[in-house]
């Protein structure tokens, strides 16, 4: 692939980021969660945003990062009030420009399969399917697209009780089932204390 090629792909994912709409505010406000006196603190869920995903390191364009954060305070609304949230693109550096979007928050998840639909509905992507969640549990869901310039787009959600986030993967190649790289993805981008 040529340097030319791996540029238009990059574009490609700015386009398709910077282009979708955000999701809709919820319906209803997010409750807020309560421990009770002299119950064991419960075990708490951060976000980050790794040093490399998937053998790929940061892209530190600033387009493609601001692309990976657009939806963030969308996000932040869903689970006000919100603890932690992670945003960054991952790759577009290698011969067949691979790369990988991550947004994801950190707060109360009140609706899981609500705010994983609302995750996904900016992405232009087919019919998306109930996929494993993992060992962290929660619900997940995937959908495969194209983009404008016809790049190869999968995009993944999850939600449990204390995260949301999104894992886009964008390639010039047709891309299978990445059910694996996503829970590979949201398992380091989670710390939990």
């Not at 950190?106 to 019919?127: C, F, K, M, N």
Request: aromatic share 4%; net charge negative; glycine share 10%.
């Amino acid at each position: 692939m040529t340097a030319r090629t791996a540029a238009s792909l990059l574009l490609a994912a700015t386009a398709l980021i910077l282009t979708s709409g955000c999701a809709p505010e919820p319906s209803t406000p997010p409750g807020s969660a309560t421990t009770a006196v002299g119950a064991p603190s419960p075990v708490t869920r951060t976000l980050r945003t790794p040093e490399t995903l998937l053998g790929l390191t940061k892209n530190m364009d600033r387009v493609a990062i601001e692309s990976a954060k657009r939806h963030l305070d969308t996000l932040k609304r869903e689970v006000a009030p919100a603890t932690s949230a992670a945003g960054w693109a991952y790759g577009g550096h290698g011969p067949d420009a691979d790369m990988v979007f991550i947004t994801g928050v950190s707060g109360t998840v009140i609706d899981q399969q609500g705010l994983v639909e609302r995750a996904l509905a900016p992405y232009h992507v087919g019919a998306r399917e109930q996929v494993d969640a993992g060992r962290l549990g929660g619900t997940a869901r995937c959908g495969q697209g194209r983009t404008e310039m016809e790049s190869y787009l999968v995009v993944c959600a999850w939600a449990d009780t204390q995260t949301l986030g999104i894992v886009a993967f964008l390639s010039s190649r047709p891309i299978g089932d990445r059910t694996a790289q996503f829970l590979e993805v949201r398992e380091a981008m989670t710390e939990t204390a």
